[in-house]
């Protein structure tokens, strides 16, 4: 029998165990996550999404501080075009949030970016222009584009000296979403180095409509294998989303699959970003807990638990501070939803939006449980204690027991040593 440690992803000149750790932000797969993923010989990703957040919360910079006192002034203004992100300064928090990340790496394995198009920053392209480039430049291995087609991503990185030696990967949901980025791509005589095909069970934004449950993962995955063949191409295809067990993963790489890419199992760990009583939250619930639904204002529907705080939460816009979601004319179908229920209430302390979530503070706050269907079945994966919580994992058990396990077994770690005490 088979398992996933004997295949091997040859990604460049690299041989790695086929375990993609995916990205999760905000600040969801941390930089301690990708490092052990690295360090375990697969890859690990951390994410670029509200950068200038992360690197004030883990490095002490004062990025939002400098961009709310710049904005102080449009606070009560409905109209959010003019804040707009400083480049200087997107650029340099990338830069930190991924040296510093690059600096502590170990092992043979690589540190990916996920980079999401969606995270439109009141200025879509020359926001991503930067995201892309300053993480090039402070030295990531890899950068996954996600959560949209990137139809012009690899345009804005072209002339970029790294270009053609970073890993460059990208997330589709369809064949046709890689027809058309490789369509659109064809001119600047550089393929993507792998696709993930994220099915309609993965986590964070889907790339489905709300007919997601109509979709399944296999079949896309050999649409796109088909496709590839057809057209000569040679590029590794990584399956994600649902892929539970080792075994799981084994019948995509018999297949002909290149690698996996995994993150609910992850949500459980010590190096999760995740607050402790949140991951309690993940492994306590039950199918029935989990939804996918429209109020990420992106407009991609999300799978999430039932009882997050961010669902029907009525916070006020401070796009002034944030802003990640505004589109290019400084909209977000937020502030939109939110203004409509003040003005139902106009005299209530607080509102409720069910509509919509504002993602720029329910992320950071970590009051948005999103989440792969398969949520329900992590307390499978770990042992009760007597208090009714579940012991956290480390993210070595749950990278391991994919690599090794056989006939879909899930190895439960040992009660550790400090609850025996
Ligand atoms: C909590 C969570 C957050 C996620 N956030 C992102 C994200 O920010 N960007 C992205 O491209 N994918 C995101 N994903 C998708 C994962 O990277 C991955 O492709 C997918 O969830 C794999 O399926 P699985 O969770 O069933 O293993 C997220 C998934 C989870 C579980």
Redesign the pocket.
């Known amino acids: 029998m088979k398992k996933l440690d004997d295949f091997r992803l040859i990604l460049g000149n690299r041989e790695l165990v086929p375990i993609i750790v995916?990205?999760?932000?905000?600040d969801?797969?941390t930089v301690d996550m990708a490092l052990e993923a690295a360090r375990l010989g697969g890859i690990g990703?951390i994410?670029d999404?509200m950068a200038p957040t992360i690197t004030d919360r883990r490095y002490k910079t004062h990025f939002v501080k400098q961009k709310q006192s710049k904005y102080k002034y449009n606070v009560d203004n409905n109209n959010k075009s003019d804040v707009q992100f400083d480049l200087g300064n997107i650029a340099e928090a990338n830069k930190i949030h991924v040296t510093k990340t690059m600096e502590r790496k170990q092992g043979e394995g690589l540190i990916f970016i996920?980079c999401?198009e969606k995270l439109t920053m009141n200025n879509p392209k020359e926001t991503l222009q930067v995201r892309l480039k300053s993480a090039m430049d402070a030295g990531i291995d890899g950068i996954?584009l996600?959560?949209g087609l990137h139809l012009g991503s690899f345009a804005l990185i072209q002339d970029h000296p790294r270009f053609r030696d970073v890993q460059l990967g990208i997330?589709v949901s369809s064949v046709r979403a890689l027809q058309l980025f490789l369509r659109k791509t064809a001119r600047l005589n550089r393929l993507p180095d792998f696709v993930?095909v994220?099915g309609p069970?993965?986590?964070?934004?889907l790339g489905f409509g709300m007919d997601w449950a109509e979709y399944d993962l296999k079949t896309i995955v050999s649409e796109v294998q088909q496709f590839m063949v057809k057209q000569e191409l040679n590029i590794p295809v990584v399956p994600?989303?649902?892929?539970?067990t080792g075994s799981d993963a084994v019948e995509y790489m018999e297949n002909g699959a290149a690698a996996v890419?995994?993150?609910?199992?992850f949500?459980v760990t010590d190096e999760c970003g995740l607050p402790a009583r949140v991951k309690q939250e993940y492994f306590k619930a039950n199918e029935e807990d989990i939804e996918v639904n429209q109020i990420s204002p992106t407009g991609y529907p999300m799978r999430m638990l039932k009882n997050c705080p961010a669902i029907g939460a009525g916070v006020r816009p401070n796009c002034e501070a944030f802003g990640y979601i505004l589109d290019s004319s400084g909209n977000c179908a937020y502030i939109n939803a939110y203004n409509a229920e003040v003005e139902k209430h106009p005299d209530a302390k607080k509102v409720s939006v069910k509509e919509k979530t504002c993602l720029c503070y329910q992320m950071r706050k970590f009051n948005c449980w999103?989440?792969?269907?398969?949520t329900y079945r992590l307390k499978d994966t770990s042992r009760q204690l007597t208090d009714g919580q579940y012991q956290l994992l480390s993210t070595e058990d749950v990278f391991k027991d994919y690599q090794f396990s056989v006939d879909h077994k899930i190895l439960i770690p040992e009660l550790r040593s400090e609850i025996i005490s």
């Open positions: 995916g990205g999760m932000g905000v969801i797969s990703h994410s999404a996920n999401m996954t996600s959560a997330i993930v994220e069970l993965a986590g964070g934004h994600a989303g649902g892929i539970f890419q995994l993150a609910t199992r949500t999103t989440c792969g269907h398969y």
